[in-house]
């Protein structure tokens, strides 16, 4: 997995919903500091944490893992 597409597809589907980083980070309760260094590609986030987020965003986990 790639955490350069991962990264991208992050920002993508946050951007799409209109949130900030901050708000996405309130509605997963994460902090916009969490999610900016998971959109710099750098570290991937815990799984129970990338469920919130796959949730909040409306899509797939698989949409955020696959090549």
Same mark, same amino acid.
């Given at each position: ?12 589907? @946050? ?6 980083? %901050?708000?996405?980070?309130? @509605? ?26 796959? %949730? ?12």
């Amino acid at each position: 997995m790639n955490s350069k597409i991962f990264a991208k597809r992050l920002r993508t589907a @946050r951007e799409e919903k209109g949130y900030s980083q %901050k708000d996405l980070g309130l @509605r997963v309760g994460l902090s916009d500091k969490s999610i900016s260094i998971y959109e710099k590609g750098n570290v991937y986030p815990p799984v129970c944490n990338l469920l919130k987020i796959a %949730k909040e965003l409306g899509k797939s986990i698989g949409y955020f893992l696959e090549d």
